[in-house]
């Protein structure tokens, strides 16, 4: 204590200190925004109030089309001094793609956007799906630099992983950045991921998406968010700054480069790329994609076997509340969605099964790559069994390029399909013939359940006043179940079962000019007859012919007729036994027969 004494005494004074301050290390930050979404134009407002700059990946076929930027919103952007980038044509996941495709929507991306006028330097995958070869055509397109995603820690992911970004990158074709923000970042959030990084310098892309209030998209902030956030950025120390994703790499503009014209495909083939999902490319079938909208939760798998081959495609739909979901043939620039011609119809086919009706969902192509809904077949029935489902659209429309299509899902429950197939209407190839012998109807003997009480592939039929009512016997001719058909209150009419009556999925093919012998199995309290329909070439069904009477009959029978020559243009048969009193009719085994080499009865 003397001593102490003595020191100040002599004027010495000692002063306590911690240790000394730390200064924030050289950190770069980068707002950067994905998709072209129109709203984004708020946040480039805000930033140019304080003096900020950004990076705006653009999917160039996105541009001019509702709610997103216009070529004039771009030029605007980059007259204040904002960096226009690339995102692909149509904002695809490279890595399910075949390697043309993944080039074209690169490259052309660069090409459009440089045909705008802007110096294009940066990429960014869409959904940061990627290999290592897609990395290879960014750089070969002539980007400097590519952005992934997820791969720098937050609080929403990737615990332990680096805190920035190492300028320059050690891989500029994968540069690290955050999860996309959404509507579950605060401020604090994002302020958290520059503060961290101040620790040890480095590199910063923050990416935003919509910038806005209201709707129901999760990738949305609001601008007041936004702004509280650039007004924060300003207050960092000078050893934070913000630049574009140009500016930190750096780099001169390399030359545009095109990506491939895509082949024609052979008149009259099938137009669908990978039609029973047998390629898998990142996981998933190649040349396909999911698409969804509304307030639903699908998931998106296969299943080994398909109808054919290894695999089909499967879509499971929970906690629906309004939209849809389905597998499409990637909505891309053609290497997988089929090329069209406007003014000509399409065939369109594929193979399922479903918990729930479902139904052909259409669109179509213009422009640089801009995708629009079309339109939707009739729904096809529930089926527990593999049934094709097929429809032929109207003409496509005056600008369209393309055509991509899939079977949906409006309800929860699960969705199986396989073997698609696409066709020009005009060149279709007519279905190779039966072998002879073959019998025509599809599941014959009833075996497998439909819905409302009737075996798959078959519909109830009828006219008139009278009460008939369709149920499943277990008293079978062969198996385990026929069909009863009994009808009361009679006044007129008739009632039967028959083949449903749609486009070719379950109603047997017929030949016109061809004879066929129709055969089936019954019980009956009173007469019955065949009744028979069939198809014209513009899809209507009509009433054709009836057979002669057969008798009631209290043990099984063989009730078989053969019919006059089909129509001309006549395309598909259909028919049954029906009741036209009260009574009645229990039926199995069906068949129609060509009757060029049909078996005995």
Not at 153 to 179: K, M, N, S, V, W
Request: glycine share 10%; proline share 8%.
């Amino acid at each position: 204590m003397a001593s102490l004494v003595a020191l100040l005494l002599m004027g010495f004074f000692i002063v306590a200190t911690g240790a000394p301050a730390r200064a924030a290390a050289p950190t770069t930050v980068t707002l950067t925004f994905d998709d072209g979404d129109g709203d984004q134009m708020a946040a480039a407002a805000i930033m140019k109030t304080y003096g900020l700059h950004g990076t705006f990946y653009t999917p160039s076929g996105y541009i001019n089309q509702p709610g997103y930027m216009t070529v004039a919103n771009l030029k605007t952007l980059a007259a204040d001094g904002n960096e226009i980038a690339g995102h692909t044509v149509t904002h695809a996941d490279l890595a399910t793609l075949p390697a043309d495709e993944a080039t074209r929507q690169i490259c052309n991306d660069r090409v459009n956007l440089t045909n705008w006028g802007f110096r294009v330097t940066s990429f960014a995958y869409p959904f940061a799906s990627l290999t290592a070869a897609t990395e290879t055509i960014v750089k070969n397109c002539g980007f400097n630099s590519a952005r992934g995603l997820g791969d720098i820690q937050t609080r929403f992911g990737c615990a332990g992983c680096d805190l920035a970004e190492t300028i320059p990158p050690a891989d500029p074709y994968l540069t690290q950045a955050p999860d996309e923000v959404d509507n579950t970042w605060t401020l604090a959030d994002l302020q958290k991921t520059v503060t961290q990084a101040e620790t040890g310098g480095g590199w910063v892309q923050l990416t935003f998406h919509h910038i806005g209030t209201g709707g129901t998209d999760p990738l949305i902030i609001s601008p007041t968010l936004f702004g509280q956030f650039a007004a924060w950025l300003k207050t960092r120390p000078a050893t934070t700054v913000v630049k574009t994703v140009d500016q930190v790499i750096g780099g001169t503009v390399k030359p545009v480069v095109s990506g491939p014209a895509v082949p024609p495909k052979t008149a009259g083939s099938n137009l669908i790329a990978n039609p029973g999902m047998e390629t898998l490319a990142n996981g998933v079938p190649q040349c396909w994609q999911n698409g969804a909208y509304g307030t639903n939760t699908p998931t998106f798998t296969t299943v080994s076997p398909g109808r054919t081959g290894t695999r089909a495609a499967v879509l499971t739909m929970a906690g629906y509340a309004s939209g849809d979901a389905k597998w499409l043939p990637a909505l891309d620039l053609g290497g997988c969605s089929p090329s069209a011609t406007p003014g000509h119809a399409y065939a369109l086919s594929a193979w399922y099964k479903s918990s729930v009706p479902t139904q052909i969902e259409v669109y179509y192509r213009t422009g640089l790559g801009s995708w629009t809904y079309w339109t939707a077949s009739p729904f096809f029935t529930s089926a527990t069994a593999y049934r094709q489902a097929s429809w032929t659209t109207p003409a496509l429309p005056a600008g369209a390029s393309a055509v991509s299509f899939g079977l949906n899902v409006v309800s929860n429950g699960t969705l199986t399909t396989d073997d698609y197939t696409m066709y020009d209407a005009a060149t279709i190839p007519p279905p190779p013939p039966p072998a002879p012998g073959t019998n025509l109807v599809l599941n014959p003997s009833l075996e497998t359940a439909g819905t409302n009480a009737l075996p798959q592939c078959w519909q109830a039929g009828g006219y008139g006043t009278n009460t008939p009512v369709f149920s499943a016997s277990s008293a079978a001719h062969t198996g385990t179940k026929a069909e009863k058909l009994t009808v009361t209150g009679y006044a007129n009419g008739d009632a039967k079962l028959l083949p449903t009556m749609d486009n070719g999925s379950c109603s047997p093919a017929g030949i016109p000019g061809h004879t066929y012998s129709l055969r089936t199995w019954y019980t009956s309290t009173v007469p019955t007859q065949f009744a028979l329909y069939y198809r014209a070439a513009n899809g209507t069904w009509t009433y054709w012919t009836s057979s002669p009477w057969f008798a009631s009959t209290a043990a099984y029978a063989h009730a078989v007729w053969t019919t006059p020559a089909l129509p001309a243009g006549a395309t598909a048969i259909s028919f049954g036994l029906n009741l036209f009193q009260n009574g009645t009719l229990t039926t199995d085994d069906y068949a129609l027969y060509d009757t060029v080499g049909a078996p005995a009865p």
